[in-house]
Antibody
Framework: QVQLQESGPGLVKPSGTLSLTCAVSGGSISSSNWWSWVRQPPGKGLEWIGEIYHSGSTNYNPSLKSRVTISVDKSKNQFSLKLSSVTAADTAVYYC??????????????????WGQGTLVTVSS | EIVMTQSPATLSVSPGERATLSCRASQSVSSNLAWYQQKPGQAPRLLIYGASTRATGIPARFSGSGSGTEFTLTISSLQSEDFAVYYCQQYNNWPREYTFGQGTKLEIK
């Protein structure tokens, strides 16, 4: 059973950089899966931030791309998120998630099959 | 960017009745559509992927249908534990990106 656990500061100052790490257990980060970050502002919906493959390949949400960096540490079986120049609008619960995949006659589809419990990050001075 | 629109925003249904939730994509996403359930204070839980395949351990009362731009999640006989917020999510292969709908809150009538 794959488990994911987010960790990092719960409070970040405006204009600073938000840094989170997701530790993966019960499975290898070098498996044939992409690994994502998803966030949810209080009382609002879900927003995909970006993803990484164990090779280091990344894809980001265009709306956040200029401020986001996702990296992987295979030796520690974990991946990380950095979000720069944060404002109060970046206050949210941040989840890490694994993208499962399935193939069909239409091609390969991806979906989030394992999630961390989430960690609240507040941007405030 | 593909925009996902869910309706209604809130759905009030009595236990034991059927609930039908809708999700519309701004352009075709083929069958690259997943549904999630989220309860307060919890991470989302995968229910359906590939538009109609139930995830492991998901009860048969949950079913998904649709393709292209119109999708439906049906809960055939609502149990007390089904009252939650439901999100649809599309996956686009090129460029790789995911977008979620804004959610439908399923509440007890």
């Amino acid at each position: 059973q794959v488990q994911l656990q987010e960790s990092g500061p719960g409070l970040v100052k405006p204009s600073g950089t938000l840094s989170l790490t997701c530790a993966v257990s019960g499975g290898s980060i070098s498996s044939s899966n992409w690994w994502s970050w998803v966030r949810q502002p209080p009382g609002k919906g879900l927003e995909w931030i970006g993803e990484i493959y164990h090779s280091g390949s990344t894809n980001y949400n265009p709306s956040l791309k200029s401020r986001v960096t996702i990296s992987v540490d295979k030796s520690k079986n974990q991946f990380s998120l950095k979000l720069s120049s944060v404002t109060a609008a970046d206050t949210a619960v941040y989840y890490c998630a694994r993208a499962g995949w399935a193939s069909s006659q239409f091609g390969v589809t991806n979906y989030f099959d394992y999630w961390g419990q989430g960690t609240l990050v507040t941007v405030s001075s | 960017e593909i925009v996902m629109t869910q309706s209604p925003a809130t759905l009030s249904v009595s236990p034991g009745e059927r609930a039908t939730l809708s999700c519309r994509a701004s352009q075709s996403v083929s069958s690259n559509l997943a549904w999630y359930q989220q309860k307060p204070g919890q991470a989302p839980r995968l229910l359906i992927y590939g538009a109609s395949t139930r995830a492991t351990g998901i009860p048969a009362r949950f079913s998904g249908s649709g393709s292209g731009t119109e999708f439906t999640l049906t809960i055939s006989s609502l149990q007390s534990e089904d009252f939650a917020v439901y999100y649809c999510q599309q996956y686009n292969n090129w460029p790789r990106e995911y977008t979620f709908g804004q959610g439908t809150k399923l509440e007890i009538k």
